[in-house]
């Protein structure tokens, strides 16, 4: 007995202890509940943060663009057919240096980087592949897309006359850091370019498509001098790109795009699959409280007689409930740290044994130790929870009548 | 024992009656006017034949049921009006209870089980209660049994554990259903003779129900009760001329 815990936990413990088998039997209930909901967390949440990563790998969070012609009121009648003559035509954004500044102030936004982007062909001697030609601000555009870290040769470097392309177009084209590669625009500008990196940003299509130059030739090539098409935005917060973006659209009545409404569909689909692990954390977290209430309840009515005589001893109902209460507390968390010790073992072999073909893992799972101390503090107030009907059976006891039975 | 104690009566029955509601609308009048006084220092035996309401009675006086009517005093304090809290703590502080069936708490060894008034009155564990545990397991000659679990002892020894620990919050009171009723006759002999000699030594006053004539001649007042009266209340002739104020009613 140490002298600093109170009567209630001295009870508790005691009761859990001699109740041996029934004790040890509902934490390892408990622990497996757990080790599910924090393994199933840790891998949903693995490959969550993983497609996400690799979703946002080649785009912004925000992209602001021109405002689209269908959506600008038609009232004058005469604008209408030469907007849509001018849709052929790349379009830039009205004022865009002043709209960055004021971009730049807003405390949500992390990063801003302006984009002349259009069709090109890219030429290498017979071959000749259609691109999308992609003019950027180096330090800008890494805080969004960190295409720096991407390089998998030479080096992200874009003076006059460079461009680093990614590695299916390399490929596509034969060509390799220092070559000269010849980029036409669809207006009919033609520019010979070195090859100063490849990337490989991790998705073919955008190994194939894109081609980085600097802000000014991409200005210069696609006839859009001083003019940018697009603005990437970087995120603080990635999952307020809707809002932002919405909050933008309206103030400057410009269109701009989240990249949660580009990926619809990514993202229903990891809604849907958020809401059906929801459902099987509740179910188990249910049949865990279940399995806890009846242990108790068990307990209590095997232990009448020790609370009638408690009782007749002086103790108050108050000490029998909480007695009761921290049990199923105790059970929680021993059940959880049981659970997340087993979750622990479960990823360890899940690392080891799901491999891609060629030996990587298929994804990288890092798990928080948050998710641990949360399923903790979780089990512990679900014991807590379910505890609660045998617990006040327990402080309503009749001494009386467990006494005499 | 050194507390400045009440010294009028330590129990004191008014009139008692206690009904069971049986089935639905019937009520069954166990006990139909129960007077009775107990002095301190008083060694009682209550008799009577089964069902005859010595339990329910013990239950009412140990503040563990109420009367359904009737005026009910502990060291001279009128418990009617007190509240479940009040009469917990009324309970714990003045009446120590020995059962049948000695009713140890299995999860504790001996010592922690003499402790367990005080435990819960106070909230921790602390040495002084320990000391007077050990104390009062001397006084009862388990000082080696202090550590074993209950189902480590014999039936006469959870009993002397269990009179051990009615006396821990030193009571006015000590009420025994039947304790030697699970015993053989070596063993009920000693735990009685252990009662005495607590009763002689602390002025403890003590009330026990016993089925044994043997055991109920050697107290110093008998109590008969039958079918819910008190039918005879007979004063041992010592003890008489001892107590002149005791007009039993
Ligand atoms: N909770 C209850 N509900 C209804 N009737 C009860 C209840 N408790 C006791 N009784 C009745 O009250 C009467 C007295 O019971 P009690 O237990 O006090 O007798 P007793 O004298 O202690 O008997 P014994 O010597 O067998 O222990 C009995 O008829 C019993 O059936
Ligand atoms: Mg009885």
Same mark, same amino acid.
């Given at each position: 007995?140490?002298?600093?815990?109170?009567?209630?936990?001295?009870?508790?413990?005691?009761?859990?202890?001699?109740?041996?088998?029934?004790?040890?039997?509902?934490?390892?209930?408990?622990?497996?509940?757990?080790?599910?909901?924090?393994?199933?967390?840790?891998?949903?949440?693995?490959?969550?943060?993983?497609?996400?990563?690799?979703?946002?790998?080649?785009?912004?969070?925000?992209?602001?663009?021109?405002?689209?012609?269908?959506?600008?009121?038609?009232?004058?009648?005469?604008?209408?057919?030469?907007?849509?003559?001018?849709?052929?035509?790349?379009?830039?954004?009205?004022?865009?240096?002043?709209?960055?500044?004021?971009?730049?102030?807003?405390?949500?936004?992390?990063?801003?980087?302006?984009?002349?982007?259009?069709?090109?062909?890219?030429?290498?001697?017979?071959?000749?592949?259609?691109?999308?030609?992609?003019?950027?601000?180096?330090?800008?555009?890494?805080?969004?897309?960190?295409?720096?870290?991407?390089?998998?040769?030479?080096?992200?470097?874009?003076?006059?006359?460079?461009?680093?392309?990614?590695?299916?177009?390399?490929?596509?084209?034969?060509?390799?850091?220092?070559?000269?590669?010849?980029?036409?625009?669809?207006?009919?500008?033609?520019?010979?370019?070195?090859?100063?990196?490849?990337?490989?940003?991790?998705?073919?299509?955008?190994?194939?498509?894109?081609?980085?130059?600097?802000?000014?030739? /991409?200005?210069? $090539?696609?006839?859009? &001098?001083?003019?940018? %098409?697009?603005?990437?935005?970087? *995120? !603080?917060? @990635?999952? =307020?790109?809707?809002?932002?973006?919405?909050?933008?659209?309206?103030?400057?009545?410009?269109?701009?795009?989240?990249?949660?409404?580009?990926?619809?569909?990514?993202?229903?689909?990891?809604?849907?699959?958020?809401?059906?692990?929801?459902?099987?954390?509740?179910?188990?977290?249910?049949?865990?409280?279940?399995?806890? /209430?009846?242990? $108790?309840?068990?307990? &209590?009515?095997?232990? %009448?007689?020790?609370?009638?005589? *408690? !009782?007749? @001893?002086? =103790?108050?109902?108050?000490?029998?409930?909480?007695?009761?209460?921290?049990?199923?507390?105790?059970?929680?968390?021993?059940?959880?740290?049981?659970?997340?010790?087993?979750?622990?073992?479960?990823?360890?072999?899940?690392?080891?044994?799901?491999?891609?073909?060629?030996?990587?893992?298929?994804?990288?799972?890092?798990?928080?130790?948050? $998710?641990?101390?949360?399923?903790?503090?979780?089990?512990?107030?679900?014991?807590?929870?379910?505890?609660?009907?045998?617990?006040?059976?327990?402080?309503?006891?009749?001494?009386?009548?467990?006494?005499?039975? | 024992?050194?507390?400045?104690?009440?010294?009028?009566?330590?129990?004191?029955?008014?009139?008692?009656?206690?009904?069971?509601?049986?089935?639905?609308?019937?009520?069954?009048?166990?006990?139909?006017?129960?007077?009775?006084?107990?002095?301190?220092?008083?060694?009682?035996?209550?008799?009577?034949?089964?069902?005859?309401?010595?339990?329910?009675?013990?239950?009412?006086?140990?503040?563990?049921?109420?009367?359904?009517?009737?005026?009910?005093?502990?060291?001279?304090?009128?418990?009617?009006?007190?509240?479940?809290?009040?009469?917990?703590?009324?309970?714990?502080?003045?009446?120590?209870?020995?059962?049948?069936?000695?009713?140890?708490?299995?999860?504790?060894?001996?010592?922690?089980?003499?402790?367990?008034?005080?435990?819960?009155?106070?909230?921790?564990?602390?040495?002084?209660?320990?000391?007077?545990?050990?104390?009062?397991?001397?006084?009862?000659?388990?000082?080696?049994?202090?550590?074993?679990?209950?189902?480590?002892?014999?039936?006469?020894?959870?009993?002397?554990?269990?009179?051990?620990?009615?006396?821990?919050?030193?009571?006015?009171?000590?009420?025994?259903?039947?304790?030697?009723?699970?015993?053989?006759?070596?063993?009920?002999?000693?735990?009685?003779?252990?009662?005495?000699?607590?009763?002689?030594?602390?002025?403890?006053?003590?009330?026990?129900?016993?089925?044994?004539?043997?055991?109920?001649?050697?107290?110093?007042?008998?109590?008969?009760?039958?079918?819910?009266?008190?039918?005879?209340?007979?004063?041992?002739?010592?003890?008489?001329?001892?107590?002149?104020?005791?007009?039993?009613?």
């Amino acid at each position: 007995m140490y002298p600093w815990l109170p009567f209630e936990w001295i009870a508790a413990t005691r009761f859990l202890r001699e109740g041996r088998m029934q004790s040890l039997l509902i934490i390892v209930g408990v622990g497996v509940g757990v080790s599910v909901i924090v393994f199933m967390s840790a891998l949903l949440s693995g490959l969550q943060s993983n497609l996400v990563r690799r979703t946002l790998s080649s785009q912004a969070h925000v992209v602001i663009l021109p405002p689209e012609e269908v959506a600008r009121p038609q009232r004058d009648s005469t604008l209408g057919p030469i907007l849509q003559k001018q849709a052929q035509r790349l379009r830039s954004i009205d004022q865009w240096q002043k709209l960055r500044g004021r971009l730049a102030e807003m405390p949500e936004i992390a990063a801003v980087s302006p984009i002349a982007s259009g069709p090109a062909f890219a030429v290498r001697g017979n071959a000749n592949k259609s691109v999308t030609l992609i003019g950027i601000e180096p330090d800008n555009y890494n805080r969004i897309i960190a295409l720096d870290e991407k390089m998998v040769a030479g080096r992200l470097r874009l003076n006059a006359g460079e461009t680093v392309i990614g590695i299916e177009l390399a490929k596509d084209l034969g060509a390799s850091v220092g070559d000269k590669l010849r980029i036409n625009s669809s207006n009919g500008t033609t520019d010979t370019l070195t090859i100063t990196g490849l990337f490989d940003l991790g998705n073919k299509g955008v190994n194939a498509r894109n081609v980085y130059v600097g802000l000014r030739s /991409a200005q210069t $090539l696609l006839d859009l &001098v001083g003019g940018v %098409s697009s603005i990437d935005l970087g *995120l !603080r917060d @990635m999952y =307020a790109a809707d809002a932002i973006a919405l909050r933008i659209a309206r103030e400057t009545g410009l269109q701009a795009d989240s990249w949660i409404k580009t990926n619809a569909q990514f993202f229903t689909a990891l809604t849907s699959q958020k809401i059906s692990s929801n459902v099987i954390r509740f179910f188990i977290g249910l049949s865990v409280a279940f399995g806890i /209430a009846s242990v $108790l309840v068990v307990s &209590v009515v095997q232990r %009448s007689k020790e609370i009638g005589i *408690l !009782r007749a @001893m002086g =103790a108050t109902r108050g000490q029998m409930l909480r007695t009761f209460l921290i049990q199923g507390g105790i059970v929680g968390l021993l059940g959880s740290v049981l659970g997340s010790s087993l979750a622990w073992v479960f990823l360890a072999l899940w690392r080891a044994l799901a491999l891609n073909p060629d030996g990587t893992p298929m994804f990288m799972i890092t798990v928080e130790p948050e $998710l641990f101390a949360i399923s903790a503090a979780g089990a512990t107030l679900v014991g807590i929870f379910s505890a609660l009907i045998p617990a006040r059976r327990a402080a309503s006891l009749d001494p009386v009548v467990a006494i005499r039975g | 024992m050194a507390e400045a104690k009440f010294d009028g009566p330590v129990l004191e029955l008014e009139d008692i009656h206690k009904s069971y509601a049986t089935g639905s609308e019937v009520e069954t009048e166990v006990l139909h006017g129960i007077n009775l006084r107990l002095q301190r220092g008083e060694f009682a035996a209550l008799i009577g034949p089964s069902g005859s309401g010595k339990s329910t009675l013990l239950n009412l006086i140990g503040l563990l049921d109420r009367p359904s009517s009737g005026r009910l005093l502990i060291d001279g304090q009128e418990t009617g009006s007190l509240d479940d809290g009040a009469l917990t703590r009324l309970r714990g502080r003045s009446i120590g209870f020995v059962f049948q069936h000695h009713h140890l708490i299995p999860a504790f060894t001996a010592l922690e089980n003499v402790m367990m008034p005080l435990l819960v009155e106070r909230g921790r564990p602390d040495d002084e209660m320990r000391q007077r545990a050990a104390k009062l397991l001397d006084q009862v000659g388990l000082t080696a049994q202090a550590n074993h679990q209950a189902n480590q002892m014999s039936g006469g020894q959870q009993q002397r554990v269990a009179i051990a620990r009615a006396l821990t919050m030193q009571p006015s009171l000590v009420l025994a259903d039947e304790p030697t009723g699970n015993l053989d006759t070596k063993s009920a002999d000693s735990v009685f003779a252990l009662m005495r000699e607590v009763n002689v030594s602390q002025q403890t006053t003590f009330l026990i129900v016993t089925h044994d004539p043997r055991l109920a001649a050697r107290c110093d007042r008998i109590i008969e009760l039958v079918d819910g009266t008190i039918v005879s209340d007979h004063v041992a002739e010592v003890r008489k001329q001892e107590m002149p104020q005791q007009h039993p009613d």
